[in-house]
Structures are given as structure tokens and as C-alpha cells.
């Protein structure tokens, strides 16, 4: 067994034993459903003051650094395996390449370019997903391949052509679907890379590219996209004891509570007058499962609590009769909403380590096929919070050199 897939079987075995924690949604809860098995964290999370929890959920390092500091043991297991850190040089200068970039994006894609450099040169390369091509016009300019680009929105690709001629580069952009078999031609190229490809888009992508490519490197996002329920791919993962289903492959991009005062302040009142409204739901269906509500508008939450009631009441066919017991929802809400706000600590807390896994299972797969493979935090989480690449080389096989080099 190989030193990755070891640390997956680790992972996976550890947080399978404390599913019991990141499995729950907070949001659905009404106290601690664990709190019998881990009594003294319970009473340490209910007493936690209200700044203390803003300040965790404002970021998740300090959800981390409580919950490690009540789960010592489990934290010392989980935290065996670490990505390899990688601090990029970034150059802040104003170049002509930039314009039209958003500034993050143009510093992930100097960081992402600056991975790719420690592999070996290559002259041709494939950029999956690519949009408009920024990165690939970057690869091109900056390490001197040729990079064909694939999109499947034919306006991206236009206009990602139109924009590379301005620098003239030698980029190729094909519209084409990154889901079914991309044509030879593209998939003959020595190193493919991914920035930030989707749940879905990125599993095809390892699984058309592995195997074929020299050198692989991605980093991948939105896992849950277009996930199957069991959509792990290296033997390791799939053998292990730790199997997430789409819905559990959202937990890794949970936001962390961010925004100005105003945005906390309306994400803090829909959250307690949907929870107070489902107390009174609850309470008149004779049905204690939580209802879900669509989206809902930012002048209702404007208007008197009432409004929001009867509309919530009205979207799932009752009538709502209660109006002068509306504070007292209220007030339950708003220890529903305390509570669910302390219990998502513990997803926080928990979610970077089953990130960890998916992505140990994109590096086992590749190793169970003959690369040599990396993970790497390619720049500082406050720049992405996607940062993981996962870079798949294939060993030097002299057979694979063109006859005539041989
Ligand atoms: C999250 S963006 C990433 C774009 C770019 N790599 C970046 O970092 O800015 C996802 C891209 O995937 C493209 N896309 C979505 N579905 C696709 C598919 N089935 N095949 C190919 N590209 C697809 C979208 O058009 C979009 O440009």
C-alpha cells in the first residue's frame, strides 16, 4: 500500500468513526444529537459566548482550533496527512494579460502556473473547462506550449479566441463537452490541467486523462456536481470504510458567515423566522420533520414577521392562524437559531479533512494507475478556499519517446 492510499484508509476509517459529528445538519437541528457521547463538548459549545461563535464561524481555522482543543485524540489522527504547502511569488505589477481578470482569479492563476512549473517542460497542453482561456493564454505565455482549450460554451471559447489573437499566442480553443470522450487529437497532449472544474466535469476529466497523459494537474471544486452517490474512484477510497453520497460532498464547501453588518443582520432574521415558522408548522401539521422554504424575497424580511408567516403558510398549502402567538415562535426561533449556529461549529470544524479524502481518492486513483502523484495547497486559503491541486506524473518510460528521439 502506498503512503497516500494509507492515509486515506486513516482518514477514512477516523471520520467514519465520528460520523456521528459532520453527518447532522445543523440547520435541522434542535440540540446536540451527540451530546450523550461527548457530554463535557456540549456543555463547552452551550456556553460559548455569542462573539466567540460569530468569530469561529467567521472562519473556519478557529472552528477548527476549539473543536481540536476538545477532541485532542481524534485531531491528532486526522491531522497525520497535510497537502504539501506551497507559497507562490506573485507579481503585482500591472500586465496586459490581466485585464478583464478578476484580481483573485489572476492571482490563483499565477499560483496554479507556478505548480505546473516544477513538473517537467512540456509543449503541449490541455486546459479543461478552460472558459474564456485565461489560464491557458497564461500557460502559453508564460511556459511556451501550445495549449488547446475546451469549453462547452461556444461564446467562451469566441471570445477567449478573439483575446488570445490580440497577444498572439498559440492557443486553440474547441467547444466540446468535458463529460463524453474529448477527441484524441486533444487528449494527446503531455500535461492537461483544470482550474477549478466542477464535481463532475473534473472526475471525467481524471478518468479520460489518467492513464493517456503525461502529467495531469487540477484543482478540483464543487464536488458534489453531477455526483452519483457513490462516485469515489481509486480502489482505496471505494475499499474503504468512508463512502459520501452527493449530498455529504457539499459539506467541504460549506461557506464560513461572512459580508458587512447589514448582510449578517438578514441572514440572521430569515434564519430565525424560517425556524420559527417551522415551530409553529410543526406544531399545527402534527408533523416534526423540517419543511424546506424557497428562497425568499429581501422585502419580506422587511415587512412585520406575520407576512413572512402567512406567505411561508400559503407556499405549503395551510393557513396560518396564529398571529398573536407570533413572538413567542419568535423567541423559539431564536434559540433554534443559537443552537444550529453552535452546532455547525463542528461541521466547520470537521470539513477540511473530508475534503482531504475526496481529493486522496482523485491522487489514489492515478496512483493505482502507474503515476507518481502530489497534492498541493497552491496559495493561501484567503485567495480560493479550492486550493488543493492534485498533480499526477507519469514515471519516464523511454518506449513512450518519439522513434525518431530514441
Ligand atoms: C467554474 S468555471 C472554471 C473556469 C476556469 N477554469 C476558471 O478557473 O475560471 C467552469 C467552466 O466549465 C465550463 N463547463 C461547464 N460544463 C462543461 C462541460 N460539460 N464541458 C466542458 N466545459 C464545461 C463552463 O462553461 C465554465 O467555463
Not at 484508509?9 to 465520528?18: F, G, K, M, S, V
Not at 459532520?22 to 463535557?40: H, I, V
Not at 502556473?113 to 472558459?131: K, N, R, S
Not at 473534473?202 to 484543482?219: D, K, P, Y
Request: negative net charge; glycine residues 4%.
Amino acid at each position: 500500500m502506498t503512503a497516500l492510499a494509507h492515509s486515506l484508509q486513516i482518514l477514512a476509517t477516523t471520520l467514519q468513526q465520528h460520523r456521528y459529528l459532520w453527518e447532522p445538519e445543523p440547520f435541522l437541528l434542535r440540540e446536540a444529537p451527540w451530546g450523550a457521547r461527548e457530554p463535557a463538548m456540549q456543555d463547552a459549545l452551550l456556553s460559548l459566548s455569542q462573539a466567540e461563535v460569530d468569530a469561529m464561524l467567521s472562519d473556519s481555522c478557529h472552528s477548527e482550533t476549539w473543536l481540536a482543543h476538545q477532541l485532542p485524540s481524534l485531531f491528532e489522527v486526522l491531522r497525520q496527512w497535510q497537502p504539501m504547502s506551497f507559497t507562490p511569488q506573485f507579481d503585482h505589477q500591472h500586465d496586459a494579460m490581466s485585464i478583464g481578470i478578476g484580481g483573485r482569479k489572476w492571482l490563483q492563476i499565477q499560483a496554479f502556473h507556478q505548480v505546473t512549473q516544477h513538473l517537467p517542460a512540456v509543449l503541449t497542453c490541455t486546459d479543461w473547462c478552460g472558459g474564456k482561456g485565461y489560464l491557458a493564454a497564461y500557460l502559453a505565455s508564460h511556459q511556451g506550449c501550445q495549449v488547446d482549450c475546451i469549453d462547452i460554451d461556444q461564446t467562451l471559447c469566441e471570445e477567449g479566441a478573439q483575446r488570445v489573437d490580440q497577444y498572439d499566442l498559440p492557443v486553440a480553443f474547441h467547444r466540446c463537452d468535458a463529460l463524453q470522450p474529448v477527441a484524441n487529437d486533444v487528449l494527446a497532449n503531455e500535461r492537461h490541467v483544470a482550474l477549478h472544474a466542477c464535481g463532475e466535469l473534473h472526475r471525467s476529466l481524471w478518468q479520460q486523462t489518467i492513464g493517456v497523459a503525461e502529467q495531469v494537474c487540477i484543482s478540483p471544486c464543487c464536488y458534489h456536481l453531477g455526483a452519483s452517490d457513490i462516485c469515489q474512484l481509486s480502489e482505496a477510497a471505494k475499499q474503504s470504510d468512508l463512502q459520501l453520497n452527493a449530498k455529504e460532498l457539499r459539506i467541504p464547501l460549506l461557506e464560513t458567515v461572512t459580508g458587512g453588518q447589514q448582510a449578517l443582520r438578514n441572514r440572521r432574521t430569515e434564519q430565525i423566522w424560517r425556524l420559527a415558522y417551522d415551530r409553529w408548522r410543526a406544531e399545527a401539521t402534527d408533523d416534526p420533520q423540517y419543511r424546506p422554504l424557497r428562497s425568499v424575497s429581501k422585502s419580506l424580511l422587511k415587512q412585520d414577521p406575520r407576512q413572512f408567516f402567512e406567505w411561508a403558510a400559503t407556499l405549503h398549502g395551510l393557513v396560518f392562524d396564529a398571529e398573536d402567538q407570533v413572538e413567542l415562535y419568535l423567541i423559539q426561533g431564536e434559540r433554534d437559531f443559537a443552537m444550529s449556529e453552535r452546532l455547525g461549529i463542528i461541521r466547520q470544524g470537521l470539513k477540511r479533512y473530508l475534503e482531504y479524502f475526496v481529493v486522496l481518492d482523485l491522487a489514489c486513483y492515478a496512483e493505482e494507475c502507474g503515476y507518481r502523484t502530489n497534492i498541493v495547497a497552491f496559495c493561501d486559503k484567503s485567495l480560493t478556499p479550492r486550493n488543493l491541486a492534485v498533480i499526477a506524473q507519469r514515471p519516464f518510460d523511454p518506449s513512450r519517446l518519439p522513434r525518431l528521439l530514441q
